[in-house]
């Protein structure tokens, strides 16, 4: 088991949001004989382009989980409208209290820093509900003014292959600059640079619980 995690949840405030994050890691955790599942808050159905089906998105995560090793059975997406998390917090922790009945060991979430107002509060109430577990703060850079970076995990080239073809899934956000491959791919080797690896994933530790 890579570190010794076997369980793992990675939470996500839109679909999208775990692969971009915390995709290679999500791989190497597999590859360990880790489970891993993923919980997203909303499908962003407001934010979709003309064009797309309401529930492009909820086909989308399942296919891009899947293409990262992720069960079927371990992927629950949740309805909550897109930037309005805020409104339903309460409803929002309680889902994580429920998820919390499967023992994880370790949880990956947005940074305590990422501005988006949806990704602030997936961050606060993730702390708050696994507060007796490991929990590392992923990056998303473009929301973040600032970031800790605390924690590397090392990657190798096929880890951030499979995160890039993960994220080729979502081709109704095909445009933004950060789904590109060469995007993720150039941010995976600053960040292995910073440790002399070929690529890296960086999170901030939230609690570690050892």
Not at 50 to 74: H, M, Y
Not at 100 to 124: M, T
Request: with cysteine; glycine share 8%.
């Amino acid at each position: 088991m890579f570190l010794g995690f076997k369980n793992v949840l990675v939470l996500a405030p839109h679909t999208d949001d775990g692969e971009l994050g915390a995709g290679g890691t999500v791989v190497r955790l597999i590859e360990s004989g880790a489970r891993v599942s993923y919980a997203a808050f909303s499908t962003a159905e407001g934010s979709l382009p003309p064009g797309f089906s309401s529930d492009t998105l909820v086909r989308e995560v399942k296919v891009a989980t899947a293409r990262l090793g992720i069960r079927p059975e371990n992927l629950y997406v949740y309805g909550h409208k897109v930037r309005e998390l805020e409104y339903v917090r309460q409803q929002v922790l309680d889902e994580m209290i429920l998820l919390r009945k499967n023992n994880y060991d370790l949880v990956l979430l947005p940074s305590q820093r990422d501005i988006h107002q949806d990704h602030e509060v997936v961050a606060r109430e993730g702390l708050r509900a696994f507060k007796q577990t490991t929990v590392l703060g992923y990056e998303l850079i473009w929301n973040n003014l600032s970031f800790h970076t605390a924690c590397f995990v090392r990657l190798e080239r096929h880890h951030v292959d499979k995160k890039c073809h993960a994220l080729t899934a979502y081709e109704s956000q095909a445009g933004k600059q950060y789904m590109s491959a060469e995007f993720i791919t150039a941010q995976a080797k600053t960040r292995g640079v910073q440790i002399g690896a070929s690529f890296a994933e960086c999170f901030e530790v939230l609690r570690w619980v050892m």
